[in-house]
Each structure stands twice: as C-alpha cells, then as structure tokens.
C-alpha cells in the first residue's frame, strides 16, 4: 500500500512565546515534527509532505530526512486549505494519512490501523472521548451511531458542545476522495477559515462511511501550543522509555530522574543512578553500574564498566571492565580498551588507553596512544597543541610516567619506559630507558626564615 503523508506545520505557535518555530522545539532530543515524520516514515511505502508556513527555512533545514517533501503555505487560511498546499504532491492512488507537526506522540500501530480501515467507500477518522472536550471539534453521529460530521467548537451549539467525542485531526482517506472533495470546501463559518473537517460531512453526503478509530493513550494525540504541554509530554515519554528500560533488565534507581534523548540498547542487570542523562545513540553491555549525575553520549559502554559519579563521555567507546570518574570527561574519540582506569578530574580527548592502564587523577590527555599497562602519574599532561597544529603522543607498553609531567607532544616514551616526576618531556624516551629533566635539589643547611617586620 502506498500511503501519502501530509503533516501540517505551518501555525506559528504563538503560546510558545518563542523565536524557535514550536514544531521544532525538541521532546526527548528531537524536533516535535521530526517525531511524527519518523511515525510516518515506519509505514510502508510512506512518503511525507510537510506544510510549512511560520519559519520555513528553519523547518527545512532542520529536518534532515530523506523521503521529505515541503510545501509552503504562505497565509494560515485553515487546515483544509494547508493540506490544499500538499495536493500536487500526492501519488496516484495512495492513501492520504493527515498528522499534525504539534502533536509528537502519534503511534504507529494507530496508523496503521487507520489506513487499513480506508477503501473506495470509507475513510477513517481518528477521534477521543474527552472529560473536558472545549476547543476541539465535535464529532456529530445520526441515531444509527454513523459520524455524520464534524463541528467547531465556534460553530457549535450549546447542544452540540456537550458532545465529548472530539476530532483529533488525525485522519486517513483514498487520494482520490481528497482531490475530488478538498476543492469543495469553503470558508463560511465562525472563523473564516478553510476547514479539512467539513471533509467529513462531504463524505457523508456522498455515501461514503466514516469508520472512527481510538488510540491506545490519550498522549499519542495531544497537542503542544506551549511549554507546560511540552513538558507534560516529555514526562510521558520519559516514563514509558523509563519502563521499557526496566523491563529490558535495567534497574533504575529513579526511573522519574533518568532521560534518554536519544536512543539505548542494553545488555541486562545494569544500574543507573539519579540524574543520568542519554543522548544521541548508546549501546550498553551487561553487568554495567553508573553513579548519579553522568551524562553519555554516542557512546559504546561494555560489559562491567563502572562509571563513577559526575562523569561525561562523549562519542567514546569503552571496553569491558573499565572504570572512569568520578568527576571524568571523556571527549570524543576516546577509546578505552578491557580494564582501563580514568579517573577523578581527568580529561581525554582522542586517545586509545590499551589494557589495564590507568589515569587516575588530574590530567589531560589528548591526541595520545597509550599501551597496555601504562601508569599515568598526576597531574600529567600532554601538551598536544602548539598554537597552530594539534601532535600525537605515544606511550609504549608498561611505561611509568612520573607525576606532573608535561609530554611536549610530538613525543614517544618507549616500552618500559619511565618518565621521572616533574619532568618536561620534548625528546622521545627510548624503550626501558628513564626521562628525566629535573634541575638539581640545593639544600641550604642554617636558613633563616624571613621575619615578620613590626
Ligand atoms: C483542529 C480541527 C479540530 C480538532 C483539532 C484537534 C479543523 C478545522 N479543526 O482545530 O476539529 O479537534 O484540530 O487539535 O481542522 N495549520 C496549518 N495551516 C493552517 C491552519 C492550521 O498548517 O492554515 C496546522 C497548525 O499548525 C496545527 C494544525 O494545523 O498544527 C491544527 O491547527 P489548529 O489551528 O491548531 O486547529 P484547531 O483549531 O485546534
Ligand atoms: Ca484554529
């Protein structure tokens, strides 16, 4: 089946009081358009075009999709005449699913129950029960339960206000419905608007039946016109990857102060404490524990790896059995093969720290290849930039760097190597060989502290 997808996002979205376009504020990392182009695109044979009006040039640029079609509607004259805008778009005999740029959440097994309901004499409509239904659309059915049509709430009679039942806006019809009565449709109402509703009592009219299907939560079909909604569904969103975590084998020690904004695939009997945040793509192994307040990003963390308290790690790939933090920044293309040791206040950047080597306090490491079972010593940096041009450092296997050196990079310190503390290194190191630059010690025997004038 092919299927069309047109998703209106031309409002401006006022109530966000923002510069930002509203369907590209992010939920959970993403663009609330991005989410629904992504519904969108789990569907078969799925091509979307997005109605674009406030902000084009930022929609379209931020959306990196392919399979994207945008149109421009450049006046907001009603959702009937934004989807006007997508018609010659439309393949020939697709079925024409219409989704909102605002409304993020909308689930893909509620797709596709909608476009399996639609045939050349019936469409399918996606409507809710609300407590409070005020501002949506009221659907109108006759005494046989059949929808007749939809009303706006400012075209409504106190009657038909009571109605519940309420329109979402989500809605799925053959192409050929849509070309033939889209046309048709006029702006004689309340708001002067083009309306797509009146789409339904079209079809009513020309016998076709309008077959009303509900989702699974009331969040797939709610809307963001400001930033408390915004939240609201971030939380939702929040809860249900919280749970799927959990029933994935992860323990969450609070599965309400833990984000993913992005995505996570994990072993099992992992634990992750408060305050951890997820972003971009990461993949876990098993056995994993992670203190409260670490952010990690496109990263890949193996099984074992504990992660200390406080710690960032950045597009930076760990072996089994590594232990980092507390208080680590790993930046990108830091690599950490089995057993490593990073520790308190150290940073990485570009480095590959073979086996069982360790870093554990206050340095900076950049642009470096460290073997296996090397000893980093405090305070030790490497001096990797000059200024203008960023240089390698390389550290043999089994070397011992004394505490507070400066490797002046490009430099080697050889297997076995030792570097003596508070040395300043700008000439390789030979294999088993000591570096040490160190200006002599004078002790002067009878010295006299200064005294404190009076
Ligand atoms: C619409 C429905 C209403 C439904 C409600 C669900 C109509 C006439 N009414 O009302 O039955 O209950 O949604 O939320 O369709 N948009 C454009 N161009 C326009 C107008 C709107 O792209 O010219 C986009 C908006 O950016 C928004 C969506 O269409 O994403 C809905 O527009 P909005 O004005 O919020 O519709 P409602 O009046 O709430
Ligand atoms: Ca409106």
Redesign the pocket.
């Known amino acids: 089946m092919v299927t069309d997808v047109v998703v ?6 006022t109530r966000m009081k923002s510069e930002l376009p ?2 590209l504020h992010g939920l959970a990392g993403r663009p609330l358009l991005q989410h629904v182009i992504d519904a969108a695109g789990q569907l078969s044979d799925a091509h979307s075009i997005v ?4 902000g084009t040039a930022e929609v379209t640029d931020a959306i990196k999709t392919n399979n994207v079609t945008f149109v421009v ?1 450049s ?8 989807v006007l805008q997508a018609l010659p778009k439309l393949r020939k005999n697709s079925t024409v699913l219409i989704l ?4 993020p959440l909308i689930g893909v097994d509620t797709l596709t129950a909608l476009i399996s309901e639609v045939t050349s004499e019936q469409l399918a409509l996606l409507t809710v029960e609300l407590p409070d239904p005020f ?4 659907i109108l059915r006759d005494e046989a339960e059949n929808v007749v049509a ?1 009303i ?2 400012k075209d409504a009679t106190p009657e038909q206000r009571r109605i519940r039942e ?4 989500v809605l799925a019809l053959s192409a050929e419905m849509l070309l033939a009565w889209l046309p048709l449709v006029g702006n004689d109402n309340a ?1 002067r ?6 789409l339904i009592g079209l079809a009513y009219s020309h016998g076709v039946r309008i077959q009303t299907l509900q989702p699974k939560v009331l969040e797939e ?1 709610q ?1 963001v ?1 400001n930033r408390q909604q915004l939240a609201e569904l971030e939380r939702f969103y929040q809860r249900q990857q919280a749970i799927q975590l959990m029933l994935a084998g992860v323990t969450l020690a609070d599965p309400q102060r833990f984000d993913i904004r992005g995505e996570i695939s994990t072993g099992t009997d992992n634990f992750i404490d408060i305050n951890v945040v997820i972003e971009g793509k990461v993949v876990f192994g098993s056995g994993i524990k992670i203190g409260p307040n670490c952010q990690i990003i496109n990263s890949v963390i193996g099984d074992n790896v504990e992660i200390k308290a406080n710690t960032i790690i950045e597009d930076s790939r760990l072996a089994p059995g590594c232990v980092v933090g507390p208080f680590a920044r790993l930046r990108p293309g830091t690599i950490l093969e089995e057993g490593a040791k990073v520790g308190n206040f150290v940073e990485t950047k570009k480095t590959t720290v073979g086996k069982f080597s360790k870093i554990n306090h206050l340095s900076y490491i950049g642009d470096a290849l460290l073997g296996a079972h090397v000893n980093v010593g405090a305070g030790t940096i490497t001096c990797n930039y000059d200024g203008v041009n960023k240089h390698r450092t390389e550290i043999g296997d089994d070397a011992f760097i004394g505490s507070n050196t400066s490797l002046v990079a490009p430099v080697r310190v050889g297997k076995m190597a030792t570097v003596g503390a508070g040395s300043t290194i700008t000439q390789d190191v030979p294999d088993e060989q000591l570096g040490l630059t160190r200006a002599e010690q004078k002790n002067i025997s009878g010295w006299q502290r200064p005294v404190k004038k009076i």
């Open positions: 209106l996002a031309a409002g401006k979205g509203k369907v109605v674009t009006g406030h509607q006046e907001q004259l009603g959702t009937a005449h934004a909102y740029g605002d409304v501002g949506y659309g009221r939809i706006e709430e309420v329109n979402t806006g708001q608007e083009y309306y797509l509703t009146d079909v809307g016109n």
